[in-house]
């Protein structure tokens, strides 16, 4: 006759507890609640970044001469907004409070910790996590530092024959005094 062990683990399905892969939860661009991996917040922001610069040129080309300069700032509100609630949905993915993106944005350089820090691998205490990075994702993830590089050029570009300017006059200046 068989009896069962008084010692072995219960054999009852819990509903919260299941050995399925875990789910990954829905992005919502404009909502400071879920979590975002570190590729695509830097796809977010460049994204977001090139749109606002695109949308602040036409703008800047239309309503300067009728209203002024003040209408292009009404265009960066709304990415400041958003690169803020990005900024608060990455803090979630490494388990921190949304309060600590402030670091981010008042301490010159502590930003980068959201830019090589890894997030959770599974559920934390914001959600589950974010879904695989998807082709359109990694492609604007991996454009960011081609267009980093590319305003460090522009404003090479015209800081050098500045800078080139100002010590010629330097020693215009120098060789014209006694």
């Given at each position: 006759?068989?009896?069962?062990n008084p010692y072995s683990p219960p054999k009852s399905e819990v509903?919260?507890?299941t050995a399925e892969a875990e789910s990954f939860q829905e992005i919502k661009l404009w909502s400071a609640q879920g979590r975002i991996g570190r590729l695509r917040y830097?796809?977010?922001?460049?994204?977001?970044?090139l749109i606002?610069?695109?949308a602040g040129g036409i703008v800047a080309a239309v309503l300067i001469p009728m209203i002024g300069p003040?209408?292009?700032t009404i265009i960066y509100a709304p990415l400041a907004i958003f690169s803020i609630l990005t900024l608060i949905k990455r803090s979630h993915d490494m388990n921190w409070s949304g309060w600590t993106c402030l670091i981010?944005?008042?301490i010159p350089f502590a930003g980068l910790i959201w830019f090589f820090k890894s997030g959770s691998e599974s559920t934390n205490d914001y959600g589950a996590p974010p879904p695989p990075?998807?082709?359109?994702?990694?492609?604007l993830g991996f454009l960011f530092?081609?267009?980093?590089?590319?305003?460090i050029g522009i404003m090479a570009a015209i800081a050098i024959p500045a800078y080139q300017k100002y010590v010629e006059r330097a020693h215009q200046a120098q060789h014209q005094t006694p």
């Open positions: 006759m068989a009896t069962s509903g919260d507890v830097l796809a977010y922001t460049t994204a977001a970044t606002t610069v695109l003040s209408s292009v981010a944005m008042f990075n998807s082709t359109a994702v990694k492609v530092p081609v267009v980093l590089i590319a305003l």
